[in-house]
């Protein structure tokens, strides 16, 4: 059984004890949760020192990991696969480790012989899988394993963590098993998104959009639940009869064809006012945050909303969805609309807009979203996470 220590760093007492962490999500990944895996890892070993991991890592990631309490092991399997699920846990030696952390929504098949954390980041799959595509055998496929895989997993672990109150709430309803076992260990923005000097960001922005250009900005996965439709139909609401103002939509991962996104890309009004990227550097995602008028966000869902508050800590203000956990995130800090009426979203732009708009709104809302920003720290997510790991020991 680990035992607890004092540490010198003034966050937390230490905890001697080795976890079992699954890191494949940090392979080739800027994700959200390889992010998150990526900055637990390295606070949690600031704050405690006597924690240890053992990583569970892509085969070709074994020595990414350069720390003295740090020891990794390969697993091949994309993390959430089928494979995954049903073979992990038969790779795995837990016999020098006293707790696993399974951090990306769902935990391996098969009876596992030390305590468990799930981290569940949402329950998108069982709301609808329609959140996630609009592809039919894709929402009957991946939805009919998420379906059967992610109750299961909750059901399984000894306690789990997730990264916003409306999540945690949203588990209690249909676990209500699980009342009282939540910690909520919210998401942290990382230091590199502060403000830049414009010229910097004219610079790194000089292949995606002319020096000087005012745009609007939306970031997220072409999943149906990030809304691009509803985005792109209240920028043309709000700005389509002028030419000045551009949308720059950073659209990865696609998983829809959204019929209705490709109608508002093809009308006169969208030509050349409208720029789509599949595939961004971090430098240019910060130089992107920076160089925007308004930062839009209307998800129909969230676990969290992790990009609110980077444009925050970059200076932007911010245009969210006035439900779930983007109105939890951004608290009082940015204009918030609803997600479904493009008009709503379309009145909010407007009166941000830095020529015709509110200037006295939008500056207080550049300095509540500073403010609001600082207070979602990994620090606080890995210590909130470490004392996770200790209820479970003392259990």
């Given at each position: 059984?680990?035992?607890?220590?004092?540490?010198?760093?003034?966050?937390?007492?230490?905890?001697?004890?080795?976890?079992?962490?699954?890191?494949?999500?940090?392979?080739?990944?800027?994700?959200?949760?390889?992010?998150?895996?990526?900055?637990?890892?390295?606070?949690?070993?600031?704050?405690?020192?006597?924690?240890?991991?053992?990583?569970?890592?892509?085969?070709?990631?074994?020595?990414?990991?350069?720390?003295?309490?740090?020891?990794?092991?390969?697993?091949?399997?994309?993390?959430?696969?089928?494979?995954?699920?049903?073979?992990?846990?038969?790779?795995?030696?837990?016999?020098?480790?006293?707790?696993?952390?399974?951090?990306?929504?769902?935990?391996?098949?098969?009876?596992?012989?030390?305590?468990?954390?799930?981290?569940?980041?949402?329950?998108?799959?069982?709301?609808?899988p329609g959140y996630w595509t609009d592809i039919w055998w894709r929402e009957w496929i991946t939805g009919?394993?998420?379906?059967?895989?992610?109750?299961?997993?909750?059901?399984?672990?000894?306690?789990?963590?997730?990264?916003?109150?409306?999540?945690?709430?949203?588990?209690?309803?249909?676990?209500?098993?699980?009342?009282?076992?939540?910690?909520?260990?919210?998401?942290?923005?990382?230091?590199?998104?502060?403000?830049?000097?414009?010229?910097?960001?004219?610079?790194?922005?000089?292949?995606?959009?002319?020096?000087?250009?005012?745009?609007?900005?939306?970031?997220?996965?072409?999943?149906?639940?990030?809304?691009?439709?509803?985005?792109?139909?209240?920028?043309?609401?709000?700005?389509?009869?002028?030419?000045?103002?551009?949308?720059?939509?950073?659209?990865?991962?696609?998983?829809?064809?959204?019929?209705?996104?490709?109608?508002?890309?093809?009308?006169?009004?969208?030509?050349?006012?409208?720029?789509?990227?599949?595939?961004?550097?971090?430098?240019?995602?910060?130089?992107?945050?920076?160089?925007?008028?308004?930062?839009?966000?209307?998800?129909?869902?969230?676990?969290?909303?992790?990009?609110?508050?980077?444009?925050?800590?970059?200076?932007?203000?911010?245009v969210t969805s006035s439900i779930g956990a983007p109105a939890e995130v951004a608290g009082s800090a940015?204009?918030?609309?609803?997600?479904?009426?493009?008009?709503?979203?379309?009145?909010?732009?407007?009166?941000?807009?830095?020529?015709?708009?509110?200037?006295?709104?939008?500056?207080?809302?550049?300095?509540?979203?500073?403010?609001?920003?600082?207070?979602?720290?990994?620090?606080?997510?890995?210590?909130?996470?470490?004392?996770?790991?200790?209820?479970?020991?003392?259990?």
């Open positions: 059984m680990p035992s607890t220590s004092t540490n010198n760093s003034g966050d937390t007492d230490g905890l001697d004890a080795t976890v079992l962490l699954d890191a494949r999500s940090t392979h080739g990944s800027t994700s959200g949760i390889g992010r998150y895996v990526q900055q637990l890892i390295r606070r949690a070993l600031e704050i405690d020192p006597a924690i240890r991991f053992r990583l569970i890592v892509h085969p070709s990631d074994l020595d990414a990991f350069d720390h003295p309490r740090i020891k990794t092991r390969g697993f091949r399997a994309d993390p959430n696969s089928l494979v995954d699920t049903l073979g992990l846990r038969w790779a795995l030696d837990f016999s020098d480790v006293d707790l696993f952390h399974a951090p990306a929504n769902l935990l391996p098949a098969g009876d596992i012989p030390v305590p468990t954390l799930l981290t569940v980041h949402d329950i998108m799959w069982l709301k609808g009919t394993y998420y379906r059967t895989v992610l109750p299961r997993s909750i059901e399984k672990a000894d306690r789990l963590a997730t990264v916003s109150e409306t999540i945690r709430d949203e588990i209690v309803d249909r676990f209500p098993s699980k009342e009282g076992r939540i910690d909520v260990t919210p998401n942290g923005v990382d230091p590199l998104f502060e403000p830049i000097d414009e010229r910097v960001a004219q610079k790194e922005l000089g292949d995606i959009i002319d020096p000087g250009t005012r745009f609007v900005l939306t970031v997220g996965r072409g999943s149906p639940y990030k809304n691009h439709p509803g985005a792109v139909d209240a920028f043309l609401q709000a700005y389509g009869d002028n030419p000045d103002l551009h949308l720059v939509l950073v659209r990865t991962k696609i998983r829809a064809r959204e019929p209705r996104l490709q109608r508002l890309l093809s009308t006169p009004r969208a030509q050349n006012r409208i720029h789509v990227l599949h595939r961004i550097s971090g430098d240019e995602l910060l130089a992107l945050y920076n160089a925007a008028e308004t930062f839009l966000f209307p998800s129909f869902y969230e676990g969290f909303g992790l990009p609110i508050v980077e444009a925050m800590a970059c200076g932007t203000p911010v940015a204009l918030t609309a609803d997600p479904y009426h493009p008009a709503d979203i379309a009145a909010a732009l407007e009166s941000l807009d830095p020529q015709t708009g509110d200037s006295e709104l939008r500056r207080e809302l550049i300095e509540a979203g500073h403010r609001r920003a600082t207070s979602f720290s990994w620090r606080r997510c890995a210590r909130r996470t470490l004392a996770a790991y200790r209820r479970i020991s003392e259990t």
